[in-house]
């Protein structure tokens, strides 16, 4: 298919310039709100049909959300970098989701692709040596930057919609394109499953690049990603004086204490890895003052969801106990989740073949030994897997100037125009009639 790949060629420069602009308005999760106008505004011109915000995000189940204040703060931000106000009434309050259909009018399975769109919660190295801040493309919004190569993804995913829109004649069924938000801490995908949006797809396919892939190398099935939750607990007591009146207070930061020593003493599973953390631990208001409050912030995580599953319920057990303890109350507040990853074996292996065609990759591979983190995706996945369809997830190897969720992190480009080419082979390559 030479005229594909003189095509992705021609495009190349584009998709430079999508990482480049997504890169320098970094935006975290529930606020990509200028993001998503620029994408939504481009998938329009190619004339793709358009379910935007609450129509593809289901409001009681997005996690982690920001409060009303910044949220709000955000949007004015975005309205202010050039959001396009055509669109931008659609994402306000959170609801930065995107899906993108394409129906050829043929009969054939419906084909989706999922990409994310949110940065970190992180300021961006400010020196010559980072290439970003050298040529001009460093994030311009404080404590936001991609660090995780999400500003690629949301760039893959409009070269993508541009190649299958010039080929559409090749196409059968329907294609649609998800741009999800708030990947990160788990947070945006549990709220486009619940809006429905993979209900009626047949093949899914969710991308990364990088995670310690090298350069060259495609992996078709990564089945590494742990299952987990993410939760904070907040702890209640009753403040009194240090001094005069200790006996009156009901100490809420040695409850929280007692807890993060006794989820750290969760017993291990005997079916695989199992993780607990406690990332923050904040509490009290003075030096002379009994505590009156206490907050956690805490993950589980489990090779499989059995697993995350027991070490989530010990972990709400050992904090209940620690506040029945000192006399305190307690509530949890869910924060982000997903599940473990298990691609479909057939899908895996037609991925591999088309990505073996491709110019650039030396090797397609199954899966890597490497343990991962944990990718909402998962969720989409089994959601379609439930549905009896087919689903994985690709990981494009890429030379990377530091690791993820470092202030110096940057990748080398040329992984876009293959994270395309694959992509589109994947549908374009399809036996519509007959399927896999």
């Known amino acids: 298919m030479e005229s594909l790949n003189q095509f992705i060629n021609s495009l190349a420069p584009k998709l430079s310039h999508w990482r480049r602009d997504f890169h320098h308005y970094a935006e975290s999760g529930w606020v990509e709100f200028r993001t998503a106008t620029v994408v939504a505004e481009e998938l329009h011109q190619l004339g793709y049909s358009l379910a935007l915000g609450r129509e593809v995000v289901n409001e009681s189940s997005r996690m982690g959300l920001p409060d009303e204040f910044t949220l709000q703060r955000e949007f004015e931000r975005a309205r202010q970098q050039g959001a396009l106000e055509q669109w931008i009434a659609a994402f306000e309050g959170g609801f930065t989701g995107i899906v993108a259909t394409l129906d050829t009018g043929r009969p054939g399975p419906v084909m989706a692709f999922r990409v994310d769109m949110d940065a970190l919660d992180l300021s961006e190295e400010q020196d010559v040596s980072h290439r970003p801040y050298r040529d001009g493309f460093a994030s311009c919004n404080a404590g936001m930057m991609h660090a995780c190569g999400h500003d690629g993804h949301t760039a893959i995913g409009l070269g993508l919609a541009h190649t299958l829109k010039q080929f559409e004649s090749g196409l059968h069924g329907v294609i649609k394109l998800i741009f999800q938000p708030a990947e ?253």
């Open 184 to 436: 990160e801490g788990t947070r945006g995908a549990r709220a486009m499953v619940d809006a429905g949006v993979v209900d009626d797809v047949d093949y899914f396919t969710a991308v990364h690049i990088g995670t310690g892939v090298p350069a060259g190398t495609v992996v078709c099935g990564s089945d590494n990603f742990m299952a987990t939750t993410k939760f904070d607990a907040h702890f209640t007591g009753t403040a009194a004086h240090a001094g005069a009146k200790p006996e009156d207070g009901h100490n809420a930061l040695l409850a929280a204490a007692q807890a993060t020593l006794a989820l750290h003493a969760i017993a291990p599973h005997s079916e695989g890895a199992s993780r607990v953390n406690v990332g923050v631990m904040q509490a009290g208001s003075g030096r002379n003052v009994v505590p009156a409050s206490a907050l956690l912030k805490v993950e589980t995580r489990g090779a499989s969801g059995v697993i995350n599953q027991y070490v989530f319920e010990r972990a709400q057990q050992a904090i209940q106990g620690a506040a029945t303890m000192y006399g305190v109350g307690v509530e949890t507040r869910l924060m982000g989740a997903a599940t473990a990853s298990s691609p479909s074996p057939q899908w895996v292996a037609w991925l591999q073949s088309q990505a073996a065609q491709v110019a650039g990759v030396n090797q397609a591979i199954e899966r890597v030994e490497a343990p991962a983190g944990s990718e909402d995706a998962t969720l989409m996945m089994a959601r379609v897997q439930r549905h009896q369809g087919q689903a994985s997830y690709m990981v494009f190897g890429t030379q990377l100037a530091a690791g993820h969720h470092n202030e110096k992190f940057d990748f080398d480009e040329q992984v876009l125009a293959i994270a395309v080419e694959t992509l589109a082979r994947t549908a374009l390559n399809f036996p519509w009639t007959r399927g896999i």
